[in-house]
């Protein structure tokens, strides 16, 4: 099993900047993408970014400029930078990993941005 444990969430201003971060434990080997995703009340999850294990990045059009995902292999943790924050990115984001074909979610985090 893989625990994860996301912070940094809030309410912030548009155009401010939050970092998530998501720090996952268990067994964690063989965990190879993160990801994170967000949903919006009454809408579906979506993918916002996702970073394999050999660094490569996607990012979902909307957000391309303004978001970066990295992450740190020696503490397991995945970080979202998010920058020029808009309204519409207000939404419970999730943290996702992936170890042996299986997926594993965090909590979520609320990020809200006010107009």
């Known amino acids: 099993q893989v625990q994860l444990v996301e912070s940094g969430g809030g309410l912030v201003q548009a155009g401010g900047s939050l970092r998530l971060s998501c720090a996952a434990s268990?067994?964690?080997?063989?965990?190879?993408?993160m990801s994170w995703y967000r949903q919006a009340p009454g809408k579906q999850r979506e993918l916002v970014a996702a970073i394999t294990s050999g660094g490569s990045t996607n990012y979902r059009d909307s957000v391309k400029g303004r978001f970066t995902i990295s992450r740190d292999n020696a503490k397991n943790t995945v970080y979202l930078q998010m920058n020029s924050l808009k309204p519409e990115d207000t939404a419970v984001y999730y943290c996702s990993v992936r170890r042996l074909s299986k997926d594993y979610w965090g909590q979520g985090t609320q990020v809200t941005v006010s107009s």
């Open positions: 268990g067994s964690i080997f063989g965990i190879n993408a």
